[in-house]
T-cell receptor
């Protein structure tokens, strides 16, 4: 069946460090891929998305590229800020409108 | 912007009570979802609905039911609340089309069962 696997956290970085959060997926057909961010005490907010192979989603300095050959959608940011501290979820939407979420990766950015 | 509104941010109830969690969306979305979120377990799908009066079980439906009498409103019901249902509950909605649209989430309801 379909599934999403993302790296376990927490990930702790210093401000201005480079961020990578790994995400791989298993799916039949042609899923759409998403990254969500959850700040403390809030719901999930869409961060970026990609709908087909080789698409790059980007928002607020974050990027992720839909790699069909490696079934991956890794999240990257060149220089993190303290305000980026949150939990990040990778997700896919399959061809039947069903969503699958990874378990979340907590990011702590220290000043 | 899509707005998904959950009726309560925090709720405290007692064991055995019948509990209603309400969710309303303002974008005419066909699909609505209820998840619970627990530390280390990520998001788990309880129930979802693809249309008015339609419902389907998710991964953990036991102890819950849902109601969708109107398109914009999706209610989660705990028939007889138990302490293991203490959790963060998240409602989401999405369009019904197959056009790669994401889910939009409410701010969540943190429910404590005493």
């Amino acid at each position: 069946g379909n599934s999403v696997t993302q790296m376990e956290g927490p990930v702790t970085l210093s401000e201005e460090a480079f961020l990578t959060i790994n995400c791989t997926y298993t799916a039949t057909g042609y899923p759409s891929l998403f990254w969500y961010v959850q700040y403390p005490g809030e719901g999930l907010q869409l961060l970026l998305k990609a709908t087909k192979a080789d698409d790059k989603g980007s928002n607020k300095g974050f990027e992720a590229t839909y790699r069909k050959e490696t079934t991956s959608f890794h999240l990257e940011k060149g220089s993190v800020q303290v305000s980026d501290s949150a939990v990040y979820f990778c997700a896919l939407r399959d061809n039947f409108n069903k969503f699958y979420f990874g378990s979340g990766t907590k990011l702590n950015v220290k000043p | 912007d899509v707005k998904v509104t959950q009726s309560s941010r925090y709720l405290v109830k007692r064991t055995g009570e019948k509990v209603f969690l309400e969710c309303v969306q303002d974008m005419d979305h066909e699909n609505m979802f209820w998840y619970r979120q627990d530390p280390g377990l990520g998001l788990r799908l309880i129930y979802f609905s693809y249309d008015v009066k339609m419902k389907e079980k998710g991964d953990i439906p036991e102890g819950y039911s849902v109601s969708r009498e109107k398109k914009e409103r999706f209610s989660l019901i705990l028939e007889s609340a138990s302490t293991n249902q203490t959790s963060m509950y998240l409602c989401a909605s999405s369009p019904g089309t197959l056009d790669e649209q994401p889910q939009h989430f409410g701010d969540g309801t943190r429910l404590s069962i005493l």
